[in-house]
């Protein structure tokens, strides 16, 4: 397996959903940006530890993308939720970032 460096993989990963985030709410964009980037800090440690095993070849890409998508439940969109952003488009904006960062992360391992 190649390797990777992570630090570069996050860097990556915060552009990337930040610009998603922005893109995808017609209104409260900066807190979209801010949300977003609070999802990802939440989900650092995990993701570090599991594109090391990914890159190892410990864990498949299967695993992986079903770890990251179990996280969808444990993340909360605060700022977007107090701004009164209907559930169900957070929980949109959610997908649409995790799917993000899985497929990032599955490109760059």
């Known amino acids: 397996m190649a390797t990777?460096?992570?630090k570069t993989l996050f860097e990556q990963l915060k552009k990337e959903v930040s610009n998603l985030a922005i893109t995808s709410v017609g209104q409260f964009k900066k807190e979209a940006e801010t949300d977003a980037q609070n999802l990802l800090e939440n989900l650092k440690q995990n993701l570090q530890a599991w594109t090391v095993q990914?890159?190892?070849g410990e864990m498949?890409?299967?695993?992986?993308e079903f770890l990251v998508m179990g996280q969808k439940e444990l993340i909360e969109m605060n700022i977007l939720k107090q701004k009164g952003m209907?559930?169900?488009?957070?929980?949109?904006?959610?997908?649409?970032l995790i799917n993000q960062i899985i497929?990032?992360?599955?490109s760059v391992i």
Request: no cysteine; net charge negative.
């Open 103 to 106: 497929k990032t992360t599955l």
């Open 86 to 96: 209907a559930l169900i488009d957070l929980d949109k904006l959610k997908i649409s």
């Open 4 to 6: 990777f460096d992570f």
């Open 54 to 56: 990914l890159a190892s």
């Open 60 to 64: 498949t890409s299967d695993d992986f």
